[in-house]
């Protein structure tokens, strides 16, 4: 589905009614510059006002001359509301829009592996293998698929960019999403390789080592407790 499909999709999923609900979803959503405590804010002022809001929400999604940001936040309450084909399809279009900077485009991907459901895993499955979308941003649509689904598609996508991918950032990402599988202890000695890098993606490293390392302690702890009943 192109981006001319999925600004029709929305069309079609939307009830542009208007009213006070809608008008104040409009009000919230036109602010520019949105940090990203005031995104968070907005998804939960939205929310919060309930499905009255959502005739404001579809337009605002739609609406490419608005700051990635607002439609973003415009996708995500939308999803928190119960609408996920609508939810979804506003997440993939700022998701899959090469002008949209890309921490907000892996968050799109994030979000959907979070809230989505069937519809999302089926989508998440088309975008992770779109051939303009960036290493980096099919690392997290793969990811969010092993969230919603285990689909051994997602595995193939992530191994593959582990192996060959152009970005070295995107081979990191890539071995940290599959050691946060079931893929550790066979990717260890490389997470231990990465912990040592300076940056995000040695902390992240750290940080999983660390709750493994914590997880291997508890279960020994409980095998010798059994040991001893």
Not at 130 to 154: C, D, G, H, M, T
């Amino acid at each position: 589905m192109n981006r001319t499909n999925i600004l029709a999709a929305f069309l079609a999923v939307c009830v542009l009614t208007a009213t006070v609900g809608a008008a104040d979803a409009q009000s919230i959503l036109t602010r520019q510059g949105l940090s990203d405590e005031q995104v968070w804010q907005s998804v939960e002022t939205l929310v919060s006002m309930g499905r009255g809001v959502e005739p404001g929400l579809c337009p605002a999604m739609a609406d490419t001359t608005r700051p990635p940001a607002a439609r973003m936040a415009a996708a995500a309450a939308m999803m928190r509301l119960g609408d996920q084909r609508g939810g979804v399809l506003g997440l993939e279009q700022v998701a899959m829009d090469p002008a949209a900077p890309m921490a907000r485009r892996l968050e799109c991907a994030q979000l959907l592996g979070k809230w989505g459901g069937e519809y999302a895993a089926a989508r998440l499955g088309i975008m992770m293998n779109a051939s303009a979308a960036p290493e980096q941003l099919r690392v997290e649509l793969a990811y969010s698929l092993w969230k919603l689904s285990s689909r051994p598609q997602a595995y193939e996508v992530l191994e593959n960019i582990r192996q060959y991918g152009k970005s070295g950032l995107a081979r990191a990402e890539a071995t940290l999403a599959l050691a946060q599988t079931d893929r550790f202890h066979s990717l260890r000695s490389e997470i231990k390789t990465l912990a040592e890098t300076p940056g995000p993606i040695g902390e992240r490293a750290q940080n999983i080592l660390l709750i493994n390392n914590r997880f291997s302690e508890e279960v020994r702890r409980d095998d010798f407790a059994v040991m001893l009943t």
